[in-house]
């Protein structure tokens, strides 16, 4: 017998345009670092907090940003020079 698991309401999955949008902001933004809240202020829209933090957990895993206590710090990278120095180890 399988067992049915209602998630609540505020459990929904976001929508690309939101996941885009927040890209957007992270990788445009002038500072290294920005706070969870200044990132809300930022959008052009209003992003349910849970939403937020799934987006960001994702951005997170696909090696787009780095997500800590002090904030949030967009690091991917497609420089092909930096990528031909990390492919052949290359020490800076």
Same mark, same amino acid.
């Given at each position: 017998?399988?067992?049915?698991?209602? @998630? %609540? #309401?505020?459990?929904r999955?976001? &929508? !690309?345009?939101?996941? $885009?949008?927040?890209?957007?902001?992270?990788?445009?933004?002038?500072?290294?670092?920005?706070?969870?809240?200044?990132?809300?202020?930022? @959008? %052009? #829209?209003?992003?349910?907090?849970? &939403? !937020?933090?799934?987006? $960001?957990?994702?951005?997170?895993?696909?090696?787009?940003?780095?997500?800590?206590i002090?904030?949030?710090?967009?690091?991917?990278n497609?420089? %092909?020079?930096?990528?031909?120095?990390?492919?052949?180890?290359?020490? $800076?």
């Amino acid at each position: 017998m399988q067992k049915i698991v209602q @998630l %609540p #309401k505020w459990n929904r999955s976001p &929508t !690309l345009n939101t996941v $885009l949008m927040v890209e957007d902001i992270l990788k445009n933004m002038n500072e290294s670092i920005i706070s969870i809240a200044e990132l809300k202020h930022r @959008l %052009p #829209k209003q992003v349910n907090h849970y &939403t !937020l933090k799934k987006i $960001l957990a994702y951005l997170e895993e696909s090696n787009k940003i780095v997500w800590t206590i002090k904030g949030i710090s967009w690091i991917q990278n497609h420089n %092909p020079n930096l990528s031909k120095a990390i492919a052949k180890g290359l020490e $800076l």
